[in-house]
C-alpha cells in the first residue's frame, strides 16, 4: 500500500476541515466572561481619569427635553443587542480549524463592542 494512501486529506485544500471542538467551545464562553470584565474595567478606568461636570456628548440633543438617561440606555441597549447577536454567531461558525482566525476575531469584535460604551460616554 502506498504511503500517500495513508494521508488524512481532510486538512487538504484551502479550508482546514479538522475538527477544533474546544477551540469551537471555548471562544464564546471566554468571550462570554472577558468582555463584560473587560467593559466594566474600561467603565472604572473612565471614571477614575474623566472628570467632567457636564453631560456627555451622547446627550447633547437630549439635554433640551431631559432625555439623556433615556439615551444612554437606548444606547446600553444597541450595543448589548450587538454583542449578543456576534456571541450567538460565534456558536454558528463551524468547528473546523479553518474557522478558527474567524471565530478569534468575532470574538475580539463583540469585546470591542461593549468595551465602545464607555468610551461613547466620554466623546
Known amino acids: ?7 488524512d486529506h481532510a486538512g487538504a485544500g484551502w479550508l482546514d476541515r479538522r475538527r477544533d471542538v474546544a477551540g469551537w467551545l471555548l471562544t464564546p464562553l ?8 473587560t467593559a466594566a474595567s474600561a467603565g472604572v478606568l473612565v ?3 474623566y472628570d467632567r461636570p457636564r453631560p456627555p456628548e451622547l446627550c447633547a440633543s437630549a439635554v433640551a427635553d431631559n432625555r439623556c438617561e433615556e439615551t444612554i440606555l437606548g444606547m446600553w441597549g444597541l450595543h448589548l443587542a450587538l454583542f449578543g447577536a456576534m456571541w450567538l454567531l460565534l456558536w454558528l461558525v463551524p468547528w ?4 478558527r482566525t474567524l471565530r478569534v476575531l468575532l470574538a475580539i469584535i463583540a469585546t470591542a463592542v461593549l468595551v465602545a460604551v464607555p468610551i461613547r460616554m466620554v466623546g
Open 1 to 7: 500500500m502506498p504511503e500517500s494512501a495513508n494521508v
Open 30 to 37: 471566554v468571550t462570554l466572561v472577558v468582555a463584560p470584565v
Open 47 to 49: 471614571l477614575f481619569f
Open 96 to 99: 473546523w480549524r479553518g474557522f
